[in-house]
């Protein structure tokens, strides 16, 4: 099984920061990477797809790089809709897998 | 706009069986373009991959459930179910349904998802 490790498991910042949360997959799964963000008590929401690929409706201020086994998903400039829970997917075999999450706080 | 919901008992006893549904709705569940998943996150915790259902009605299921869980698609109603038999206080939590896209590459993901519905699991 793939494990999937984000760092940091929680980060405050300001509005206008720009903001990078780290996951690490435990074997290389490629590009087969996806980014949701979680606000409280409503579902995820796919972000990045493919380790970089934007979905559509999603800011440009998201972004996402990486392959292999470490990947970033990067806020270019926080904006107070952006506080939430995100969370890295593996899709590159079974059991999908879930990171544990990061919750980003106001500073 | 495809939508997903789900629905099922709020409260399962232990040792009984978890069933849930989740319709589909602004398009067809029929495509070999997608599979239909089902999610869960217990209160306060992270995302845990249950297990996803193909079109061809292959299933995957995620190995530390995969003795209790059985998922099921029916075409006729644009509907899928997963049932979670011997459930205990640990299978407490919000269960999401979502669909599947894989493209050509074999790149996919789960989007949308469904509102969730919260299944606990008390006597």
């Known amino acids: 099984d793939i494990q999937m490790t984000q760092s940091p498991s929680s980060l405050s910042a300001s509005v206008g920061d720009r903001v990078t949360i780290t996951c690490r997959a435990s074997?290389?799964?490629?590009?087969?990477l996806n980014w949701y963000q979680q606000k409280p008590g409503k579902a995820p929401k796919l972000l990045i797809y493919?380790?970089?690929s934007l979905q559509g409706g999603v800011p440009s201020r998201f972004s996402g790089s990486g392959s292999g086994t470490d990947f970033t998903l990067t806020i270019s400039s926080l904006q107070p809709e952006d506080f939430a829970t995100y969370y890295c997917?593996?899709?590159?075999?079974?059991?999908?897998?879930f990171g544990q999450g990061t919750k980003l706080e106001i500073k | 706009q495809l939508q997903l919901q789900e629905s099922g008992p709020g409260l399962v006893k232990p040792s009984e069986t978890l069933s849930l549904t989740c319709t589909v709705s602004?398009?067809?569940?029929?495509?070999?373009?997608?599979?239909w998943g089902w999610i869960r996150q217990p209160p306060g915790k992270g995302l845990e991959w249950i297990g996803s259902?193909?079109?061809?009605?292959?299933?995957y299921y995620n190995p530390s459930l995969k003795s209790r869980v059985t998922i099921s698609v029916d075409t006729s109603k644009n509907k899928f179910s997963l049932k979670l038999s011997s459930v205990t206080a640990a299978d407490t939590a919000v269960y999401y349904c979502?669909?599947?896209?894989?493209?050509?590459?074999?790149?996919?993901?789960?989007?949308?998802w469904g509102q969730g519905t919260l299944v606990t699991v008390s006597s």
């Open positions: 979502a669909r599947g896209l894989t493209l050509s590459s074999g790149y996919n993901w789960f989007d949308p």
């Open positions: 602004g398009g067809s569940i029929s495509s070999n373009s997608y599979y």
């Open positions: 259902i193909y079109y061809s009605g292959s299933t």
């Open positions: 074997q290389s799964i490629s590009r087969y």
């Open positions: 493919a380790a970089s």
């Open positions: 997917q593996q899709s590159y075999s079974t059991p999908l897998s």
